[in-house]
C-alpha cells in the first residue's frame, strides 16, 4: 500500500505529516514505528494524521504518533505543522482551523508573516490531571506553584552522576509534563534524569520531562526529552508547561521567548487563555510502500 507523506518540522521538532482525508490509512504501531525509524525508516520524532472531524465543532481531526508506535494526545508544534499542511495541500482555506485531538478542540491561526499561533486548550496543575502519585512525597510552594521532591529510582543504575532526587512542577497541557529548573541546560544531565523521570513509577501513563533555564522574565531556554521519542529539538507543549510553570512561580512575566535547540516559541498565558506562536516548515514530500517498510523493519531487527 502507498502512502503519500510531507516531512515537516516546527523548530526542529520533526514530523512525518499524512493525509487521511484523501487516501485511506490504516495507522497502527508497527507502521508508526517503521515511519519514525530514522536508519531504516523515513524519520521523524512524531507522526501526525490528518482524518475528517467526527466532532461538529471542529474542521479536521488529527492524531499523534510517536516514533515508538505510542499514541498521544497532543503536540503544539505538530498543531502548527498541520495547518500549515492543510492550508498547503488545500484540504481547506479556513483560517483561522479548529482541530480535534484527542483531549478537545483547538484554534489554530497562520499569520501572514508565516508563524502560526495555537490556542493549546486547558491547563491543569493537579496530580490527577496528568495524572501523578503524589502521595508521601516532600512539598515546598514557589508563589502558586507546587514544587514536589521527586526520588529517582537506581534499579539497575550505578552511574554516580543520577542524582538522588529531583524538584519538579507538574502540568498538564493534554499531554503530561514534569518541569525542572537548571541553571544551565547545556550543562543539564537530560539524557541521564529524562529517562528516569519519563518513566518514573508515579507517572502510570509516563510524563515529558522538562529542564528550564531562565534567563530573565521575559526568556527560557529550555531542553525536554519526551515520553516516546527521547529528546527532541523543540516540544511545544513543553515550552507552554515551562513558562506556565514559571509564571505560577512568581519567576516569569508573559510573554515569555523560549528558545529550543531547534528554534524560538512565544508563550502567552494570562492564568486562563494559553496561547503559543512559532514557525511551522514543509521540508519535502514523498511516497512510501509502507507495508514494505514494515517487512524491511521486521527484517533488519
Known amino acids: 500500500m502507498i502512502w503519500n507523506f510531507t516531512k515537516m518540522h516546527g523548530a526542529g521538532n520533526d514530523f512525518v505529516v499524512l493525509d487521511g ?43 499523534i504518533f510517536n516514533n515508538d508506535g505510542s499514541e498521544v494526545e497532543h503536540c503544539g508544534n505538530g498543531a502548527r505543522c498541520f495547518v500549515r499542511f492543510v492550508h498547503d495541500t488545500g484540504l481547506s482555506t479556513r483560517n483561522p482551523l479548529r ?14 508573516d508565516e508563524q502560526v499561533t495555537v490556542d493549546m486548550g486547558n491547563t491543569r496543575f493537579e496530580p490527577d490531571a496528568l495524572p501523578f502519585d503524589a502521595r508521601g512525597l516532600a512539598t515546598r510552594l514557589q508563589g502558586q506553584d507546587t514544587l514536589y521532591t521527586l526520588p529517582l529510582p537506581r534499579e539497575g543504575d550505578t552511574s554516580a552522576a543520577l542524582p538522588d ?54 526568556t527560557i531556554r529550555l531542553r525536554v526529552y519526551e ?66 517498510l514494515v517487512f524491511s523493519m521486521a527484517l533488519n531487527r
Open 227 to 292: 515520553r516516546g521519542a527521547g529528546e527532541t529539538l523543540a516540544c511545544g507543549t513543553g515550552a507552554c508547561a515551562a513558562v506556565a510553570a514559571g509564571i505560577r512561580g512568581g519567576l516569569l512575566d508573559t510573554p515569555v521567548r523560549v528558545h529550543a535547540r531547534g528554534g524560538v516559541l512565544t508563550v502567552d498565558w494570562d492564568g486562563r487563555k494559553l496561547r503559543m506562536t512559532g514557525p511551522a516548515t514543509s521540508v519535502y514530500t514523498g511516497s512510501v510502500d509502507i507495508d514494505a
Open 21 to 63: 482525508v484523501r487516501q485511506s490509512i490504516d495507522m497502527t504501531p508497527e507502521r508508526a514505528r517503521a515511519l519514525g525509524d530514522r536508519h531504516f525508516g523515513i524519520g521523524a520524532d512524531q507522526i501526525l494524521l490528518v482524518e475528517p472531524a467526527t466532532s461538529a465543532d471542529a474542521d479536521f481531526r488529527y492524531r
Open 99 to 112: 482541530a480535534q485531538i484527542a483531549t478537545g478542540i483547538l484554534e489554530l491561526d497562520e499569520g501572514a
Open 165 to 218: 532526587e529531583v524538584e519538579i512542577s507538574i502540568v498538564a497541557i493534554s499531554n503530561p509534563h514534569a518541569v525542572q529548573r537548571v541553571d544551565d541546560v547545556d550543562r543539564a544531565p537530560v539524557q541521564l534524569v529524562g529517562p528516569a523521570v519519563e518513566s518514573h513509577p508515579r507517572f502510570p501513563r509516563r510524563v515529558n520531562a522538562g529542564f528550564m533555564q531562565i534567563v530573565d522574565r521575559h
